[in-house]
């Protein structure tokens, strides 16, 4: 298992933009599926998105398509998450995770590895 360390959270008004980062330990990041998933409060975590082991392959949430991008850059084991044109709705604390058996992981069963979160707060 890889340990994950999250970093980028904030408060940012409406229409604005963050970056997240979650950074790996470890020399096998390279052969982890990422993806990024989020829990507000009272509701049950969801898939933002995911990437494959080299960035070949990207799936989005519905609710986060043509905002949000994912990408990796494996020889810093970290991938990121551009967060573009934030609604209140993205508020939520999101979960760096990485999965070494599921290709294309979405639901959070399928993630092995888990980071802290990071809290991002998008006020209106």
């Known amino acids: 298992q890889v340990q994950l360390v999250e970093s980028g959270g904030g408060v940012v008004q409406a229409g604005g933009s963050l970056r997240l980062s979650c950074t790996a330990s470890g020399r096998t990041f390279s052969s982890y599926a990422m993806g990024w998933l989020r829990q507000a409060p009272g509701k049950e975590r969801e898939f933002v998105a995911t990437?494959?082991?080299?960035?070949?392959?990207?799936y989005y949430a519905e609710s986060v398509k043509g905002r949000f991008a994912i990408f990796r850059d494996n020889a810093k084991n970290t991938v990121y998450l551009q967060m573009n044109s934030l609604k209140p709705e993205d508020t939520a604390v999101y979960y760096c995770a990485g999965a070494q058996v599921v290709v294309t992981p979405s639901r959070p069963t399928d993630f092995g590895s888990w980071g802290q979160g990071t809290q991002v707060t998008v006020s209106s």
């Open positions: 990437i494959n082991w080299n960035g070949g392959n990207r």
